[in-house]
Nanobody, 114 residues
Framework: VQLQASGGGLVQAGGSLRLSCATS????????MSWYRQAPGKQRELVAT???????TYADSVKGRFTISNDKAKNTVNLQMNSLKSEDTAVYYC?????????WGQGTQVTVSS
């Protein structure tokens, strides 16, 4: 199973980025698909989750700015990030899982300059 995250980069505060996670498995078999992030010196934190029935949840720090979505036909999970802040700087990881299996992508760096 492979999860390939892309779309990270350097952006100015207030800008936007769109992360994408291409998976080699059928998202229809997964219960939840998420994006996590880890900033230097901090623990990995959950940013956003979308469930198999398309329910979404977000960390309070990103509500109203980030949108998670998936494309089951293409087996991709996306994270649209708008109004980026310097505190959003981190390595972002995609995750998919169900009651039996959990899979992580390799991470993509997002750097927001103030």
């Amino acid at each position: 199973v492979q999860l390939q995250a892309s779309g990270g980069g350097l952006v100015q505060a207030g800008g936007s980025l769109r992360l994408s996670c291409a998976t080699s498995i059928s998202l229809g078999s997964m219960r939840a698909m998420s994006w996590y992030r880890q900033a230097p010196g901090k623990q990995r934190e959950l940013v956003a989750t979308i469930t198999t029935d398309s329910g979404t949840t977000y960390a309070d720090s990103v509500k109203g700015r980030f949108t998670i979505s998936n494309d089951k036909a293409k087996n991709t999970v996306n994270l649209q990030m708008n109004s980026l802040k310097s505190e959003d700087t981190a390595v972002y990881y995609c995750y998919v899982g169900n009651w039996v299996n959990r899979y992580w992508g390799q991470g993509t760096q997002v750097t927001v300059s103030s």
